[in-house]
T-cell receptor
Framework: GEDVEQSLFLSVREGDSSVINCTYT??????LYWYKQEPGAGLQLLTY?????DMKQDQRLTVLLNKKDKHLSLRIADTQTGDSAIYFC??????????FGQGTTLQVKP | EADIYQTPRYLVIGTGKKITLECSQT?????MYWYQQDPGMELHLIHY???????EKGDLSSESTVSRIRTEHFPLTLESARPSHTSQYLC?????????????FGSGTQLSVL
């Protein structure tokens, strides 16, 4: 079946940039998403990108999509302690459902 | 802010009990979903609904059942809870006509079966 893979853990210092990577297998994915989950909470949509785009920027967030390699990344500029959370990559499948990765835990050290 | 609510937030229950996890949304969304999430693991879709009286099983086999009698309400029921059902259960909804398929999630129910 279709799959989405992410590294499990990333640690950065406050003020540095964070880059979270994701690979997916479904070449027919129309949209790709980044969700954020804070402790004890549900997932919150951070941003998404349409598959015919290479890049999308939204304030401190930059999403890069390499459709050929099926690689998606999320860059957070000037990472803050409030950015500490689990970040989930997701792709839209041809059945209309989302497929989620395992989540990347971002730890921001002061 | 998403208006989707799950109760209870935490539930500890003994084996064999029947439980119902509640999920309600006030956004008028037609599509609703239940995901199961274990620590360090991806979300697994266990049930979804495209509208009233529509329910489908998801990608992960589950012994739970769901119902969709009203648009805003999508409860999940376990007839006889077992320790293997211990997990976090997340409810989500989206607009049927939204091509972006943006999901709005509740805060989750952490279920522990002893």
């Amino acid at each position: 079946g279709e799959d989405v893979e992410q590294s499990l853990f990333l640690s950065v210092r406050e003020g540095d940039s964070s880059v979270i990577n994701c690979t997916y297998t479904d070449s027919s994915s129309t949209y790709l998403y980044w969700y954020k989950q804070e402790p004890g909470a549900g997932l919150q949509l951070l941003t998404y990108i349409f598959s015919n785009m290479d890049m999308k920027q939204d304030q401190r967030l930059t999403v890069l999509l390499n459709k050929k390699d099926k690689h998606l990344s999320l860059r957070i500029a000037d990472t803050q302690t409030g950015d500490s959370a689990i970040y989930f990559c997701a792709s839209s499948s041809n059945t209309g459902k989302l497929i989620f990765g395992q989540g990347t835990t971002l730890q921001v050290k002061p | 802010e998403a208006d989707i609510y799950q109760t209870p937030r935490y539930l500890v229950i003994g084996t064999g009990k029947k439980i119902t996890l509640e999920c309600s949304q006030t956004m008028g969304h037609d599509k609703m979903y239940w995901y199961q999430q274990d620590p360090g693991m991806e979300l697994h879709l266990i049930h979804y609904s495209y509208g009233v009286n529509s329910t489908e099983k998801g990608d992960l086999s589950s012994e739970s059942t769901v119902s969709r009698i009203r648009t805003e309400h999508f409860p999940l029921t376990l007839e006889s809870a077992r320790p293997s059902h211990t997990s976090q259960y997340l409810c989500a909804s989206s607009e049927y006509a939204d091509p972006n398929e943006k999901l709005f999630f509740g805060s989750g129910t952490q279920l522990s079966v002893l």
